[in-house]
């Protein structure tokens, strides 16, 4: 059916003029004629009254008008049903092509004739404001309170259906939009919706990390295309508290406990009373509060004092962010503790010094602490002995041995754990300290060379020859102090170990030191052998070059040690000496001497050893003719022509002889003598 003009908009009426049975009394939009929409969606009723008329409508029609009455799309027509008496009209921005306010023209009309129409204002505006502001206090807050939040004014031009107000969201950073991040926003949606200048809010409680965004809501709902956003300087956190100043043990003074505190957010700069302050508290007494983020306290006196802090930052939060940093316990001993020397001597262990430290309160120091000496009386610096720290005892092994008869003083320094010294001389029954040495009992050690006994020679050359006679000696301490053995030949030694009383020591370890001549490969030689029952010990030197012999008891903790007397080893040198021919032709080929050196543990030295050639007749002295020296095995050479008419029908002794030299370290000797004839 087409739709006919009403005749309220200048159409001309249905023929007759007949009245409709019904015509359109009012029409109306949801939300009223003040309303505006956002978009195209609009929900249109009306009412119907009597027309005076048989003719029955079978539709309705409307169309919508802009401002200057001109139709914006064409005249829509609906059927009539019994529910007819509502309808929604979902032309978009496409008839409503910009914001504005429109005109709805509604009337009834059959297929000849048109009712009256009856008008409503349609507002549309789907233009977003601009972006708004929001400006947050500058200072900070304390968690818990509340802010005063303005938003600041759009930007023009304003939309057509003006500012409705505000929408505002405040969360923990977590960067949630206003209305859901949706285009528009309901009325509940919008905080401030007393229009543009209903600008103020009041936010809280707030928590820390707190952050507001706002956008500016339309009078038809549309809200800024982009949200701001601001942080809202929120501080629900105490103080980070420390307190240091306290050594980790004892202390032997009194200590300077200094606490010092940290905000990240308010932060702790003074600013008068009632501003940031840091306090300090000894043993639960009342605390020295300093404004600011430093305070000290003073702890003193024996004993263990609790020290403890806390601070107030910029917004008043108080205490300790974690507790444990701002308590410390600090522990004071000024006393100096109780040093005193065992009562007695240990019988079996009279060298060794004990001394014993007490302290009640930090106790007795497990790393430092000496026992000393020196000659009782005399003005000399005591001596530190070797000390060791064992619990609350003092220990010290004397070298009695070492010491000179007499008396000697005995002092113990002892230390605490707080560091707090100590001396003291006297025993634990107030005795002084001292000691009569020798405090173990003496030895004494006779030795000497041979076994149990020592088979002494004596000669002498009378006119028949020389005459020898032995006679055995068994006291040790009678015998030779030094004897000469033949090359490669082992001496024996003996001695014995007995008290000062004469008791003989078994079961004692005896060291033997070989001590060699320079150029002997093997400069020293120990040797341990154990004493029999009777105190008496034997032994055997091993062959080799001379040498000193040491021979002594390194004492115990009960017997004083003891040394022999210095013995001497002389070994003479291995001597041996050949002629290539026994019978030697004046003026003829010459006759040479060999020979060579034992030279067993020693080292020949650069050059040689020198060894000089000696010769004789009947009746007359040996005679040196020539020295020469050996190579570096021992071995020597030298040939030897007779020259000499006289030296016809003689005959000669010829002999080599090594006298006493640096570097060779084996005594003098000779060799056998060789014959040789001059024909």
Not at 97 to 120: H, K
Not at 378 to 387: A, I, K, R, V
Not at 441 to 458: E, I, K, N, Q
Not at 581 to 608: D, M, N, Q, S, Y
Request: proline share 8%; with cysteine; net charge negative.
């Amino acid at each position: 059916m087409t739709a006919m003009v009403p005749p309220d908009a200048g159409a001309s009426s249905s023929p007759g003029d007949a009245k409709l049975a019904s015509r359109v009394a009012a029409v109306h939009v949801a939300g009223g004629e003040a309303t505006w929409h956002s978009d195209g969606q609009f929900h249109i009723s009306w009412d119907l009254e009597e027309g005076g008329s048989d003719v029955a409508p079978t539709e309705f029609a409307y169309r919508i008008d802009d401002e200057r009455g001109q139709p914006t799309g064409p005249t829509r027509t609906v059927k009539l049903s019994e529910d007819s008496a509502w309808v929604s009209i979902p032309h978009g921005l496409g008839e409503m092509p910009a914001p504005g306010i429109y005109r709805l023209l509604l009337w009834m009309q059959n297929a000849t004739q048109a009712g009256p129409a009856a008008t409503t204002a349609l507002r549309q505006d789907s233009s977003p404001p601009a972006p708004v502001r929001p400006v947050v206090p500058t200072e900070w807050l304390r968690a818990g309170a509340a802010a005063e939040v303005r938003v600041e004014h759009p930007a023009p031009p304003a939309p057509p259906s003006g500012i409705r107000g505000y929408a505002v969201e405040v969360d923990q950073g977590a960067g949630t939009e206003p209305c859901g991040g949706r285009a528009t926003c309901t009325l509940a949606e919008t905080a401030l919706h007393g229009g543009e200048d209903d600008d103020t809010i009041l936010l809280g409680p707030l928590a820390e990390g707190a952050q507001v965004r706002v956008v500016a809501v339309s009078g038809s709902g549309v809200r800024s295309v982009r949200s701001e956003s601001a942080p809202l300087e929120v501080d629900g956190t105490p103080p980070t508290v420390r307190l240091r100043g306290a050594p980790g043990g004892w202390s032997n003074h009194p200590l300077e406990i200094e606490a010092s505190a940290s905000d990240d957010l308010s932060g702790m700069v003074a600013s008068g009373p009632a501003g940031p302050a840091t306090a300090i508290a000894v043993d639960g007494g009342p605390p020295t509060v300093t404004p600011g983020d430093r305070a000290t306290g003073v702890v003193h006196g024996d004993g263990v004092h609790e020290v403890t802090a806390f601070a107030r930052d910029g917004v008043g939060n108080t205490g300790a962010a974690d507790p444990a940093t701002a308590r410390l316990v600090a522990r004071i001993d000024e006393t100096a503790p109780q040093v005193t020397f065992a009562s007695a001597q240990d019988p079996e262990r009279p060298e060794r010094i004990v001394a014993r430290v007490a302290d009640e309160l930090s106790g007795p120091s497990s790393e430092i602490g000496s026992i000393q000496v020196r000659p009782a009386g005399s003005n000399l610096p005591f001596e530190t002995l070797d000390t060791v720290v064992a619990g609350s005892r003092l220990l010290a092994d004397w070298d009695s041995d070492a010491a000179v008869p007499g008396t000697y003083e005995f002092r113990a320094v002892g230390f605490d754990a707080a560091g707090n010294r100590t001396e003291s001389g006297r025993r634990a029954d107030g005795a002084a300290m001292l000691l009569s040495n020798p405090v173990k009992l003496p030895t004494a050690l006779t030795v000497g060379f041979g076994g149990r006994t020592f088979l002494a020679h004596r000669c002498h050359r009378g006119a028949t020859g020389l005459h020898c006679q032995s006679h055995a000696i068994s006291a040790f301490a009678r015998r030779p102090a030094s004897t000469r053995v033949a090359y490669g030949r082992g001496v024996p030694v003996a001695g014995r170990l007995v008290t000062a009383a004469g008791s003989p020591l078994a079961d004692r370890p005896v060291t033997i030191t070989e001590t060699f001549e320079a150029g002997t490969a093997l400069v020293r030689r120990e040797t341990t052998v154990s004493t029999g029952p009777d105190g008496v010990f034997l032994a055997r030197l091993g062959p080799g070059p001379s040498r000193e012999v040491t021979i002594s008891f390194a004492g115990d903790e009960r017997l004083t040690k003891a040394v022999g007397r210095e013995l001497r080893l002389e070994v003479r040198t291995a001597l041996r000496l050949r002629t290539s021919a026994p019978i030697a032709r004046v003026g003829g080929a010459p006759v040479v001497f060999t020979g060579h050196l034992g030279r067993r543990g020693a080292e020949i030295p650069l050059g040689g050893v020198a060894v000089q050639l000696e010769f004789r007749v009947a009746g007359l002295p040996w005679s040196e003719f020539r020295t020469v020296r050996s190579d570096s095995r021992g071995r020597f050479r030298y040939p030897y022509a007779f020259s000499d008419d006289d030296s016809r029908g003689i005959r000669f002794q010829f002999r080599a002889h090594v006298a006493p030299q640096a570097g060779w370290p084996y005594a003098e000797a000779y060799s056998r003598p060789v014959v040789v004839t001059g024909r």
